[in-house]
């Protein structure tokens, strides 16, 4: 199975912040890859999908990029309701695979 | 509004058996593949189990291989998943998901999951 490592597991930031978040894939996936965004209690929300594309309704301040192995998740400028653990996902092949989360807290 | 519901979870003894169902709404559920995703407590997010549209195609994770099945309904709009031989690390909650993607001509754009259900909670102890 395809491994993700996302980087840092934590982060902790102010409002208006740029953050950026890091995934590694054990092998080439293309840009087989999506960022999910998770608040406490609730479902997971599809951001990026394709590495780079905003899905619907995402803000623009949210994108993707990268291809093969490293991927990145930049929020622009941190916003009060962004504070929530974001997780990627390979779809390349089955088993599908998480990024085990990194949450992004309030500084 | 496109609506995912999930049902069926609950308080099983280990060894035990439980079917979840999900029940969609306002999309052509025959044409999307369908996934169950779980989320042990405070833990991260763990891909387990995919459906294709017709039903013909499953995957499992490595984790539940063997012990639970997936299948769909599509004349109810129903997906579902029977888990046997339940252990204490399948307590999480368990989501089903709507896997969107766009054929044209040659091309196929997989968008993600894009709709979620709210979950449904297994508790495995004895």
């Known amino acids: 199975a395809i491994q993700m490592t996302q980087s840092p597991s934590s982060l902790s930031a102010s409002v208006g912040d740029r953050v950026t978040i890091s995934c590694r894939a054990s092998q080439g996936i293309t840009n087989d890859l999506g960022w999910y965004q998770q608040k406490p209690g609730k479902a997971p929300k599809l951001l990026i999908y394709s590495a780079s594309n905003l899905q619907s309704g995402v803000p623009s301040r949210f994108s993707g990029s990268g291809s093969g192995t490293d991927f990145t998740l930049t929020i622009s400028s941190l916003q009060p309701e962004d504070f929530a653990t974001y997780y990627c996902l390979q779809d390349y092949n089955y088993p599908r695979t998480f990024g085990q989360g990194t949450k992004v807290e309030i500084k | ?126």
Not at chain 2, 99 to 117: A, F, L, N, P, Q
Request: net charge positive; aromatic share 10%; glycine share 12%.
């Open chain 2, 1 to 126: 509004e496109v609506q995912l519901l999930e049902s069926g979870g609950g308080l099983v003894q280990p060894g035990g058996s439980l079917r979840l169902s999900c029940a969609a709404s306002r999309f052509t559920f025959s044409s999307h593949t369908m996934y169950w995703v779980r989320q042990a407590p405070g833990k991260g997010l763990e891909w387990v189990s995919a459906i294709s549209g017709s039903g013909d195609s499953t995957n499992y994770a490595d984790s539940v291989k063997g012990r639970f099945t997936i299948s769909r309904d599509n004349s109810k709009n129903t997906l579902f998943l029977q888990m046997n031989s339940l252990r204490v690390e399948d307590t999480a909650v368990y989501y089903c998901a709507k896997w969107s993607t766009m054929v044209r001509g040659v091309i196929r754009t997989d968008y993600g999951m894009d709709v979620w259900g709210q979950g449904t909670t297994v508790t495995v102890s004895s």
